[in-house]
């Protein structure tokens, strides 16, 4: 059964940065496509950065160039680097398989709270 964890959110003042994590259990990340999400309540959830197998990452044009993804494969661990964190920013961050892999969880869990102030 995958379990993924997320840590590491809280509150900012713009300009700041905060580093997520994903700890997971039940999947490689390593031999996984995995991505971090984001959702404002009331919004549809939105692919923020993803990371495959073999370490080629993507971004939403939003976040490029802010945000860093990685894996920790001795931790099997996925984080996200946040940095000069924006307002709109502000979201439940969720980590996930990528969509279509056996390993993507249904249910999404209650992610990381990350509030940026102005």
């Known amino acids: 059964q995958v379990q993924l964890v997320e840590s590491g959110g809280g509150w900012v003042q713009a300009g700041g940065s905060l580093r997520l994590s994903c700890a997971a259990s039940?999947?490689?990340?390593?031999?996984?496509?995995m991505g971090w999400y984001r959702q404002v309540p009331g919004k549809q959830r939105e692919l923020v950065a993803t990371?495959?197998?073999?370490?080629?990452?993507d971004y939403a044009d939003s976040v490029k160039g802010r945000f860093t993804i990685s894996t920790d494969n001795v931790k099997n661990t996925v984080y996200l680097q946040m940095n000069s964190l924006k307002p709109e920013d502000t979201a439940v961050y969720y980590c996930?398989?990528?969509?279509?892999?056996?390993?993507?969880?249904?249910?999404w869990g209650q992610g990381t709270q990350v509030t940026v102030s102005s």
């Open positions: 039940g999947i490689i990340l390593r031999s996984n496509t």
């Open positions: 990371i495959s197998s073999g370490g080629i990452t």
């Open positions: 996930n398989a990528d969509k279509g892999s056996y390993y993507r969880r249904d249910d």
